[in-house]
């Protein structure tokens, strides 16, 4: 008998993490899945994300739509959005003049919601016995 395997994923994280530096963008979550889980029945797939604004890259919402609307095309699989909160902070120059100013004031933005929205779900769906195994796919070090 195989296990009800609800896998819970942190886009940003595993994209920062895994993939950001690496030639390959995309990836199927659900063969990532199955081959972490061989014998697992994997019955739902959850992704957490937020839209990106494109202030970096202007085209940078196209591409993550376009990987978005790939993954709505697996079975099983729910995306759940967080936001962006922009923010001003201050950051201290790597290289300051000598008599200038040390830190320097920028944009920011800081993704709010994906984590709550997992942890939530996760709990919700334990509680409801709603599968046998859960995953989280998150960053690592």
Do not use: C
């Not at 920062?16 to 963008?25: C, D, G, S, V």
């Not at 019955?43 to 970096?56: F, K, M």
């Not at 609307?69 to 962006?84: C, D, E, N, V």
């Amino acid at each position: 008998m195989s296990n009800r395997t609800f896998v819970y994923v942190d886009g940003f994280n595993l994209y920062y993490r895994a993939l950001a530096q690496k030639p390959y963008k995309w990836l199927s979550l659900y063969a990532l899945a199955t081959r972490m889980l061989p014998g697992n029945d994997i019955v739902e797939i959850n992704y957490y994300t937020a839209r990106v604004s494109g202030n970096r890259d202007p085209d940078e919402p196209n591409r993550q739509a376009a990987y978005l609307r790939a993954l709505r095309t697996t079975p099983g699989l729910s995306i759940y959005y967080g936001k962006f909160l922009p923010k001003k902070i201050m950051r201290p120059l790597v290289k300051p003049p000598p008599s200038g100013p040390r830190y320097v004031e920028v944009h920011s933005t800081e993704e709010k919601g994906s984590d709550v929205n997992l942890a939530s779900h996760l709990i919700r769906d334990g509680f409801r016995g709603r599968y046998d195994l859960a995953v989280v796919v998150s960053e690592g070090y």
